[in-house]
């Protein structure tokens, strides 16, 4: 029904933005993906946007990009996950990340979402498999090359680094990096910073 908004940012209390559009305040709720790319108060901002109507609420969530709103309305088609949780996995996983966790069947990076527990994360996995290929999110060399990307940032998770730490030191690594020894040069760029 309400498929976009363009209107003046007026409010940011994550995980929720209100949106003026000529005169209307809009409450959307954005997962932190899109909230860290908002612009300045009072700039204008446009929403990719799902609406939900429950008995008991009418809610209005907001995306940055057309590819996170497709995320989102692929996991509210899983049994079990409600727009909250949908979020959640939006807001703990870039939809690069999210693809490259279902292409490696990666059921660890997953539970570190908030409110994912075990048998939620497999049951992802088993959904999710195949719809990000059709959007062309992961090629089959990708998912190669981040195989020994995504070792080295769970290696880092083991070692204590929270999980935007471990991403940006494997995205500075060279793309042919072997696990050893990306794990060193991450270690040293994480020393620095």
């Known amino acids: 029904m309400i ?7 007026l409010e ?13 305040g809009y409450e959307v709720d954005v997962p932190m993906s899109t909230f860290y790319n908002l612009p300045a108060l009072n700039d204008t901002v446009v929403l990719h ?5 429950r008995e008991d609420a009418q ?19 899983i049994s079990g996950v409600g727009p909250k949780l949908a979020l959640s996995v939006l807001s703990g996983l870039s ?19 908030p409110g994912v ?8 996995l088993l959904e999710l498999q195949g719809k990000f290929a059709v959007t062309g999110t992961v090629s089959a060399t990708g ?10 940032v769970n290696a880092l998770l083991a070692l204590g680094y929270n999980e935007k730490e471990a991403d940006w030191a494997a995205k500075q690594l060279p793309k042919d990096a072997d696990v050893s ?12 910073a």
């Open 59 to 77: 809610l209005l969530y907001g995306f940055a990009t057309q590819e996170e709103r497709t995320a989102f309305r692929q996991l509210l088609k």
């Open 143 to 152: 998912a190669a090359a981040g195989s020994s990307a995504s070792d080295i």
């Open 49 to 53: 946007t799902h609406f939900v109507v």
């Open 12 to 24: 940011k209390n994550p995980p929720q933005i209100l949106l003026d559009v000529q005169g209307v």
């Open 117 to 124: 527990g075990k048998k939620t994360a497999e049951r992802l």
């Open 181 to 192: 020894g990306g794990i060193r040069q991450a270690l040293k760029l994480l020393s620095k």
């Open 95 to 113: 939809i690069g990340d999210l693809a490259a966790a279902v292409a490696n069947k990666e059921a660890g990076r997953l539970t570190k979402i």
């Open 3 to 9: 498929g976009r908004l363009s209107g003046t940012l």
